[in-house]
């Protein structure tokens, strides 16, 4: 034998509504309201729920993707605790335009990628024009680099180039530290050692850079 109990509304003794029922909105509880659900405890869900965000985190968007309240909070990866040297807290992609007074470009469109403090560039430049300024060094890096490398330069890589202010048989970009600038170590020659920061940009330059540094 069964029971069937029907009410629209179920109260405490002060009148509050606990469970109220309005059209298809079924309501537990009220705004300010704690619902305990004991240890060991299962809310099974056969449709869809929605509003069960984490303490600190939201949903947005149509991926419903999870944003933080602050930008200093991240994820904890591979481990079970809170380790500051694991702390996922940073991931951004874009575009960004290499700087150099003097100069116009035929072509000047960088890329970058950064997870946590490392930073992926690559930048492919034509130069058009020279007239005046450093021949030396790019600025417009992303993110300022950060000052603890040892040598105080964060080693970049050179694809391919073309029509150098000077000649050279080697070449060795690097970003400076503790800034958003590249320039570039040199082999004019075979030889035991390189030129550093040797003149590179002219009328028709063309360089292809792609690499890694960590940034601030």
């Known amino acids: 034998m069964s029971s069937i109990i029907k009410v629209d509304d179920v109260q405490d003794a002060a009148g509050n509504n606990i469970i109220n029922e309005a059209g298809d909105t079924i309501t537990i509880g009220a705004s300010g309201d704690t619902i305990s659900i ?3 405890a299962t809310i099974a869900n056969s449709g869809t729920a929605t509003g069960f965000d984490m303490t600190g985190w939201t949903t947005g968007g149509t991926s419903n993707s999870l944003i933080p309240s602050a930008t200093d909070q991240g994820i904890y990866l591979g481990v079970s605790s809170a380790t500051a ?10 575009t960004f335009t290499a700087s150099t007074t003097g100069i ?20 492919y430049i034509v130069v ?7 021949r030396v060094s790019i600025g417009g890096l992303p ?3 950060r000052v603890d490398h040892a040598d105080g330069r964060y080693p970049i ?3 391919r ?10 070449l060795y970009p690097f970003v400076a530290s503790n800034g958003i600038t590249m320039s570039m170590d040199g082999q004019a020659s075979s030889g035991t050692s390189v030129s550093t920061n040797i003149e590179v940009w002219t009328s028709s330059t063309n360089v292809s850079l792609a690499g890694c540094y960590l940034a601030q």
Not at 108 to 113: M, S, W
Not at 128 to 134: A, L, M, P, Q, V
């Open 38 to 40: 004991p240890s060991g």
């Open 85 to 94: 040297t694991n702390l996922l807290d940073n991931y951004e992609t874009g």
């Open 104 to 123: 116009s470009y035929t072509q000047n469109t960088g890329y970058y990628r950064r997870i946590g403090d490392l930073v992926y560039i690559q930048v």
């Open 128 to 134: 058009n024009t020279y007239t005046s300024g450093s």
């Open 143 to 145: 993110f300022t680099s």
């Open 157 to 159: 890589a050179a694809g």
């Open 161 to 170: 180039w073309n029509t150098l202010h000077v000649s050279t048989i080697g």
